[in-house]
């Protein structure tokens, strides 16, 4: 059983359109994120819902909105894409520990690769 | 200064070398380390989290100074199958729930035969 997965895994469009990546995990866990890995291999954390809830918004444009309908999945929407949006948007999900407050392990999606042409 | 630094390397070792990185981070009040490892083409996944007292899995072995806010990872005895991108993890609760999850850019290993 696939614990975190995530279509589609590639998406190949044209600028100035929108589009949706869609993550589910079947680990029961409360937290989930969503990364975005550039071509120079940067890992960089865009959102995390914990109980649908939005803990975490760095620094992304106001053309990505994520949505959770619920603790099992975190979708993306992406308006308007531009060129440099291209990358590997990875999903990924953990649970937290209230006791040592902290978190535990994150499990990651396999990808998807958004090229935009 | 960056929330997390790394020597991206890479660091190209023999077949049963022994490899160690570094990973600094500037948030003294930083809760929750961990090591990640990536394959190329590849999801991030666990290699181990990092305790205030050292942990060790097997070849590798992974220690946490808060003092010089640094950790480190040591693979001995280094495999083939080692050849990767490790990734430092640093992990803060802020108050009101918000959270600061700050990834390395990663250290690529290259094992040889």
């Known amino acids: 059983d696939t614990a975190v997965s995530q279509t589609p895994k590639y998406l190949v469009t044209q600028m100035g359109n929108d589009k949706s990546i869609k993550c589910e995990q079947n680990?029961?866990?409360?937290?989930m994120y969503w990364y975005k890995q550039d071509s120079k291999k940067f890992l960089k954390i865009m959102f995390s819902?914990?109980?649908?809830?939005?803990?975490i918004n760095e620094t992304v444009p106001n053309r990505f909105s994520p949505k959770s309908p619920d603790k099992a999945h975190l979708n993306l929407h992406i308006n308007s894409l531009e060129l440099g949006d291209s990358a590997v948007y990875f999903c990924?999900?953990?649970?937290?520990?209230?006791?040592?407050?902290?978190?535990?392990?994150?499990?990651f999606g396999p990808g998807t690769r958004l090229t935009v042409t | 200064r960056k929330e997390v630094e790394q020597d991206p390397g890479p660091f190209n070792v023999p077949e049963g070398a022994t490899v160690a990185f570094n990973c600094t981070y500037s948030n003294s009040a930083s809760q929750s380390f961990f090591w990640y490892r990536q394959d190329c083409r590849k999801e991030p996944k666990l290699l181990m989290s990092v305790y205030s007292s050292g942990n060790e899995d097997g070849r590798f072995t992974a220690q946490l100074n808060r003092a010089s806010q640094y950790i480190s990872l040591l693979i001995r005895d280094s495999k083939l199958s080692d050849s990767a991108t490790y990734l430092c993890v640093v992990f803060k609760f802020n108050a009101g729930n918000n959270r600061k999850l700050i990834w390395g850019l990663g250290t690529s290993l290259a094992v040889n035969p």
């Open positions: 680990l029961g866990h409360d937290t």
């Open positions: 819902y914990n109980n649908k809830e939005l803990i």
């Open positions: 990924a999900s953990s649970q937290d520990d209230p006791v040592l407050a902290g978190i535990n392990e994150q499990y």
